[in-house]
């Protein structure tokens, strides 16, 4: 942790002439994006498996970092000595102060308050525009299911009408179940990351900045995958329809 702490101090530093208090906070930030860029592979490999869980592996490498950040601005002492991080602030908060202590010190709208009401308000805005996504994704997901079962369905026709064209013909069927299943879980999912803000309300704020800085990537991230997939594919029909009207 102390190695954490030494590397987080050194970006605060040379953050300090441009954002003075608030630099500590600035590299918390920093460092987060360092970390998101690190994991990107491993998030383009769990965006190509497009399943409703795509993007755990990155999520779960992250639990050691966000554990780190947690203690080391929970932690009075690092390494026998005093924690020089807590003495740190975003504007009117110390990283090291949790909602609750912030309430105690002026209220909600209180100096304290509005920083961490800030943090809730960021927080909100990337769960809204990440649930909107998920449900739209949902949306998309579950029409095709349903093309795939429709398809299943006329090759189930053409095998009973052929043996000879079932074999190479057939599209394994979707159920019903299975589309109410991915109905359901598209209403679900997407409501999760709105418990980011719980957890925001109960850890350091210097945790929480990493909290809404990685969940704002990982939405970004998606989004802009998302649109090259999308873009890519529209280049392949494009070319495919140019290839068939040539012949």
């Not at 953050?15 to 930030?29: D, R």
């Not at 998030?43 to 950040?69: E, I, K, N």
Request: aromatic residues 6%.
């Amino acid at each position: 942790m102390s190695v954490f702490t030494h590397l987080v101090a050194e970006l605060g530093r040379l953050l300090e002439p441009a954002l003075a208090g608030s630099a500590t906070a600035a590299a918390i930030v920093l460092f987060t994006v360092l970390v998101r860029l690190a994991l990107h592979p491993l998030s383009r490999a769990a965006f190509r498996g497009a399943t409703p869980a795509a993007g755990c592996l990155p999520v779960l490498l992250q639990l050691p970092v966000f554990f780190v950040m947690y203690r080391a601005f929970s932690s009075d002492r690092i390494g026998g000595a005093a924690n020089e991080l807590l003495g740190h602030r975003l504007f009117a908060a110390p990283l090291g102060a949790r909602w609750t202590q912030a309430l105690g010190e002026g209220g909600l709208f209180g100096a304290q308050g509005l920083v961490f009401l800030g943090l809730f308000a960021a927080i909100a805005v990337v769960a809204a525009w990440s649930a909107v996504r998920g449900r739209r994704a949902a949306a998309l997901t579950a029409a095709a299911a349903a093309t795939a079962a429709a398809k299943g369905a006329g090759a189930g026709k053409g095998a009973r009408a052929g043996k000879a064209r079932a074999g190479a013909g057939s599209v394994p069927a979707v159920t019903a179940e299975q589309q109410e299943l991915v109905r359901k879980l598209g209403g679900v999912l997407p409501l999760l990351s709105f418990g980011t803000l719980i957890t925001a309300a109960v850890v350091p704020l210097a945790a929480g900045l990493y909290l809404v800085t990685t969940t704002a990537w990982s939405v970004a991230e998606r989004a802009w995958l998302q649109h090259r997939k999308d873009r890519t594919e529209r280049a392949t029909a494009e070319i495919t329809g140019a290839e068939r009207s040539s012949l």
